[in-house]
């Protein structure tokens, strides 16, 4: 039995829970098809994925599939298609072996579409492409085709087609009905294969088949096939394509040979992680592993201590089969990381803050208080649930004022995160409205400054210091001594200057600027007191630079919506009131218009329930959100 790992991936409302509704349906695990609408898909079970109509969690689903050339296991990843959960995609990449790339008919490219082929061109996962809804969409499909050529950096390969009565027809089960021109393209990306085709008038080798087959894993070739995922026209043709395409080879680096994809709890397993093996290894060579890291064992490694069970069945496993997804139970001495291989816990010690997504700090924030101070560790627990199966989440526990604050992607993320949490229990929890992060930055400037203060009727000084305050490129804070001072009054200069920089004019930590110290005549006399003297006239003098030279800044959101063309009007005079500056309106076919825009994050809170309220539940949206000295939003100045 051959094991396939398939990604899904489309942008939101593209149809790829529903493709992999039909797929199971197919495959015969299921005996009839769920629809998002019912909200009884196998994918998505979560009530906020019922409610919503859209993917929160990655899903995992293993099939059987017979094809002319061999039987395979399919282990079908159905990942979720909102920007919100964005991590949760780009930690399967190393372990997804082929992805299917869900396009909708009758539009260009989507934004998250788009993102995520840039994300699995990077990691090199062969990709094959299917244009999805053509049953209500026929031949509009040029567009889609355009803007991924443009987007791919090549022409992709169309191969399906309508014969004269209007029968969809694919290539690999009739190759012979499609044109020459499209077997050229088979093999055009490989200089050998068509030299060989060429020195074989007679055709005995089908080379057409064999570009089709080894084009997508090198990079050259993208396929692309049609139909629809609700009526299940095109959706086996799919996979044997799929099955066809040389498969990303799997990866072999230091380590141990276990990739972790995802983390999930439940009352039977309790923590347990869906981890992709690299190569066949024991449990008992595991612990070998763990051996020539001089790791401190704890008890559970003695032997059959690994707790591997099949996805299926529950039963336990001691073999571990390369590219077979198999669940792992959490114990004290491993530690799993999404997107990471599987570590050992060394030395006796934990993980040290080591969640992957402290990459890119977060601005979305809500504060959380307990009703009833003595039930914080209660939900401090379900909390730590949360953060420990999405590391999206952050959380901050403030131990000076009791409170948690709890970090997400975005406002929907936060929003579903606060939900789950509350679920099946009568504990009440206060929680404040979304928090946006802002800071001060310093305007174009280069200013020289004298600061020196005197206390005790005059006679005692801090000292003259002349120094230059000047913007950066950049959010950094920067203190650069172009003189030789004493270690002491060097750390006083720059605790005094960071603290300085924690309030601004707006109220808001200050960044962008750099201190430079061009010289500084110290006074004679008691040190402690020149020091307390140097960080009141540093406070003073700073701070005094901050109004007039400040403006207040934000993170920017760039907006993608679908809309009913009856529905533009209205939808442009709301973000009309958010400020937002439209960028593009394109009209799209079935009376749909494509429309972007931007607008500071603070100004489209709320834009996405408004929306479904606006235009009856129909419009969609996709917001992505960055903050970084390239990417903002200026608030006020």
Same mark, same amino acid.
């Given at each position: ?8 991936f ?25 629809? =998002? ?12 994925? =019922? ?55 009758g ?9 995520v ?13 299917? =244009? ?14 355009v803007?991924?050529e ?16 209007g029968?969809m ?24 294969l ?12 089908d ?9 997508p ?29 040389e ?61 591997f ?26 530690i ?10 060394t030395?006796?010690e ?22 009833h101070?003595?039930e914080?560790?209660f ?26 604050v709890?970090?997400?992607r ?43 203060h ?26 650069a001594f ?9 750390n ?39 020091l ?58 079935a ?47």
């Open positions: 039995m051959k094991f396939r790992t398939v990604g899904i489309a942008h939101i409302d593209s149809g790829k829970t529903t493709l992999t509704e039909r797929i199971l349906f197919e495959a015969g695990k299921i005996s009839a098809v769920g629809s =998002i609408e019912d909200g009884n898909t196998e994918s998505d079970s979560l009530q906020e994925e =019922i409610e919503r109509g859209i993917s929160i969690r990655t899903t995992f689903h293993s099939i059987p599939w017979k094809t002319t050339f061999g039987e395979f296991q399919i282990q079908i990843v159905d990942t979720p298609g909102h920007i919100d959960f964005r991590n949760q995609v780009t930690d399967l990449l190393p372990a997804m072996e082929t992805a299917i790339v869900v396009l909708e008919a539009t260009v490219v989507q934004s998250q579409a788009r993102l082929m840039e994300e699995l061109l990077l990691a090199k996962v062969p990709m094959v492409f299917f =244009i999805n809804k053509l049953d209500r969409f026929g031949e509009e499909y040029l567009d889609t085709l803007s991924l443009e987007i791919l950096g090549g022409a992709p390969v169309t191969l399906f087609q309508r014969d004269s009565e029968k027809e694919y290539f690999l089960k009739a190759p012979a009905r499609f044109p020459k021109a499209v077997k050229e393209e088979l093999i055009s990306w490989n200089d050998d068509m030299i060989s085709s060429w020195n074989d008038p007679s055709g005995q080798t080379f057409p088949m064999i570009g089709l087959h080894a084009g894993k090198e990079g050259k070739l993208y396929p692309v096939y049609g139909g629809s995922a609700k009526t299940g026209e095109g959706v086996r043709e799919l996979l044997d394509l799929v099955l066809w395409t498969p990303k080879e799997p990866l072999f680096e230091e380590g141990i040979p276990v990739l972790v994809l995802s983390r999930r709890t439940n009352e039977e397993l309790g923590r347990y992680s869906v981890v992709y093996p690299t190569s066949e290894i024991t449990t008992k060579a595991l612990d070998g592993f763990a051996k020539k890291t001089n790791t401190i064992l704890p008890v559970f490694y003695e032997e059959g201590g690994f707790s069970v099949d996805p299926e069945t529950l039963d336990p496993i001691s073999t571990l089969l390369p590219g077979k997804l198999v669940l792992l139970k959490e114990n004290s001495g491993l799993s990381h999404p997107g990471k291989r599987l570590q050992f816990r030395n006796g934990g993980p040290k803050n080591s969640n992957p997504s402290d990459r890119i700090p977060s601005p979305f924030s809500v504060v959380i208080e307990p009703e101070s003595n914080k560790e939900w401090l627990c379900r909390l730590e649930e949360l953060t420990w199966e999405d590391p999206g989440y952050q959380l901050q526990n403030k131990e000076d004022t009791g409170q948690l709890l970090f997400g975005g406002e929907l993320h936060l929003e579903i995160g606060i939900r789950r949490i509350r679920e099946r229990t009568e504990k009440k929890l206060n929680f404040s409205s979304i928090n946006i992060a802002k800071i001060e930055l310093l305007k174009k400037m280069s200013h020289k400054v004298a600061l020196e005197r206390a005790f009727e005059d006679q005692k000084s801090s000292g003259a210091l002349i120094a230059v305050l000047e913007d950066t490129a950049d959010f950094s804070k920067q203190i172009e003189v030789s001072l004493p270690e002491e009054v060097k006083s200069i720059e605790t005094s200057f960071q603290e300085a920089c924690l309030h601004g004019f707006y109220g808001e930590e200050v960044a962008g600027l750099r201190f430079r110290i061009l010289s500084y005549e110290m006074p004679k006399g008691d040190l402690q007191t020149t307390t003297l140097l960080k009141v006239a540093i406070l003073a003098g700073v701070k005094e630079l901050f109004p007039s030279n400040t403006y207040l800044v934000g993170p920017l959101t760039e907006v993608d919506v679908m809309v009913d063309a009856d529905h533009l009007g209205v939808v442009l005079s709301d973000l009309s009131r958010r400020n937002a500056k439209v960028v593009s309106i394109l009209e799209a076919v009376g749909k218009s494509h429309l972007k825009a931007n607008a500071p994050a603070q100004n489209l809170l709320g834009f996405s329930g408004a929306l479904r309220n606006m235009t009856k539940g129909i419009g969609i949206s996709w917001e992505r959100t960055a903050f970084t000295s390239e990417f903002h939003a200026v608030l006020k100045e």
